[in-house]
């Protein structure tokens, strides 16, 4: 096979997976009507969102490149703080505070690529967690711009496309913040299924190798971490401006933890499992402090080894068993006399 009919085979392969499916363009569907049918959970919806959003940027270095991360809070925050001080002291429109806050994390993920590209895996863990504790501090010492252990106060933000205001439900803010993670999820998707995320996809697997057939392994790393803080700031800069607020607590370790633990719910190295994991972990987290206040943290890391222990894979089987039991059990019966083997005989 010559390198055009090669490349003719990719480009096609790649067309292919850029289909959209009925099961895709159903959950997006049921995403977007949820808005209607759950009045009355809009706050929750939209830190779900915005949690999704946040599990897809660590997704892409994770699942995609193979670069553990365990400060990718540092992007969230940062993009916090930029959006809340925008909007407190230059202009208070959201969607110029959203690029505000997007550019300006996506600079920090530019600036510290360079670091991240030094050593190994647990070389890399120990710089980007050295970059979040470092963001951490620096926001708790500089107390007369980001108000220390206080947080944040006193942002206020226009009004949506100046005609709709963030109301205390939620309304606003969870519609902004579900269209801001489709747009994002598309641009995501559109990366993972490009001849940029099959490089991305070589690296992780073998990166000498993939260096050894030409790729320009340090300039795709270096882009897609810069990518990844852009979607991290993104979300941080829609956390800030839906609560009108920012704290210490969205450069915490906590959160870094957090999405970590999001994506071994719902799965690395594909989109939707970082909005599924979302879901999961943020239902069981309200449904868990609501039932055991002390003790949640338990019971969500008895859940985690489960899902480690047993494996995703083993789980879903086991439910795809139960459920053709289930349908074999309650199904649809043949009406009397009716003779199937006859049927096809005939």
Do not use: C
Request: glycine share 10%.
């Amino acid at each position: 096979m010559t390198n055009s009919e090669l490349s003719a085979t990719v480009t096609d392969g790649l067309e292919a997976r850029r289909k959209w499916h009925p099961a895709e363009i159903a959950f997006w569907l049921i995403a977007f009507s949820s808005y209607f049918l759950l009045p009355g959970k809009h706050l929750i919806l939209n830190e779900i969102a915005i949690l999704a959003l946040f599990a897809i940027s660590l997704d892409l270095i994770l699942g995609y490149a193979g670069i553990v991360s365990l400060g990718h809070a540092a992007f969230l925050g940062f993009g916090a703080y930029a959006a809340a001080l925008f909007a407190k002291h230059i202009h208070p429109d959201p969607l110029i505070g959203l690029a505000f806050g997007t550019a300006a994390t996506t600079l920090l993920g530019f600036v510290t690529s360079f670091l991240v590209l030094r050593g190994n895996d647990l070389t890399r863990l120990m710089i980007t967690l050295g970059v979040a504790l470092i963001l951490y501090e620096l926001a708790n010492q500089l107390g007369w711009l980001t108000g220390g252990a206080d947080g944040l106060q006193g942002v206020e933000m226009a009004p949506l496309l100046g005609m709709f205001r963030f109301d205390m439900f939620g309304r606003t803010a969870y519609a902004y913040s579900l269209i801001t993670l489709f747009v994002m999820f598309l641009i995501a998707r559109r990366i993972s299924y490009s001849s940029f995320g099959l490089s991305l996809n070589a690296i992780r697997d073998n990166s000498l190798r993939a260096s050894a057939i030409g790729i320009p392994v340090n300039r795709r790393l270096i882009a897609v971490y810069t990518i990844s803080a852009a979607f991290a700031g993104v979300a941080g800069s829609l956390m800030a401006q839906t609560s009108q607020y920012a704290s210490l607590d969205v450069l915490s370790f906590e959160k870094s933890a957090d999405v970590m633990l999001i994506l071994v719910i719902g799965g690395a190295g594909y989109l939707y499992g970082g909005i599924i994991g979302a879901v999961v972990f943020k239902i069981l987290q309200d449904w868990l402090s609501a039932l055991t206040p002390q003790y949640w943290h338990f019971w969500i890391g008895l859940i985690l080894v489960i899902i480690v222990l047993i494996g995703r894979e083993r789980m879903s089987q086991s439910l795809a068993g139960v459920l053709a039991s289930l349908r074999a059990r309650f199904g649809r019966k043949p009406p009397a006399g009716a003779d199937p083997a006859a049927k096809a005989g005939g």
